[in-house]
Nanobody
Framework: VQLQASGGGLVQSGGSLRLSCTAS?????MGWFRQAPGKEREFVAS????????VYADSMKGRFTVSRDGAKNTVYLQMNGPHPEDTAVYYC????????????????????WGQGTLVTVSS
């Protein structure tokens, strides 16, 4: 599975931005992660393809929305009202297996990663 992330750029604090991640193959879960300069990678959100179940990091709830478009095999991350602290490289990641005990907030669960797209939020 190849993942192509796009949509990053410069956005003003309080604005909005939508990231996209288009996959070349099939998967069961798609996650968004981010890594800010000098910080560890952190989980943002995930969505399960089969039933649309969404999981969000606590700090993203109410601000970011993850969604999918089956026809385009694309997952989106809508960022509303971003803060300068949201500045980071955002990565999408796909997990191809389904079922069992999993934690979608852990990067090691995922099998494939996109190249990342930089989001810069200005104050």
């Amino acid at each position: 599975v190849q993942l192509q992330a796009s949509g990053g750029g410069l956005v003003q604090s309080g604005g909005s931005l939508r990231l996209s991640c288009t996959a070349s193959g099939t998967y069961n879960h798609m996650g968004w992660f981010r890594q800010a300069p000098g910080k560890e990678r952190e989980f943002v959100a995930s969505i399960t393809w089969r039933n649309g179940t969404r999981v969000y990091a606590d700090s993203m709830k109410g601000r970011f929305t993850v969604s999918r478009d089956g026809a385009k095999n694309t997952v989106y991350l809508q960022m509303n009202g971003p803060h300068p602290e949201d500045t980071a490289v955002y990565y999408c990641a796909a997990k191809t297996s389904y079922g069992g005990t999993i934690d979608l907030q852990i990067g090691a669960e995922y099998d494939y990663w996109g190249q990342g797209t930089l989001v810069t939020v200005s104050s």
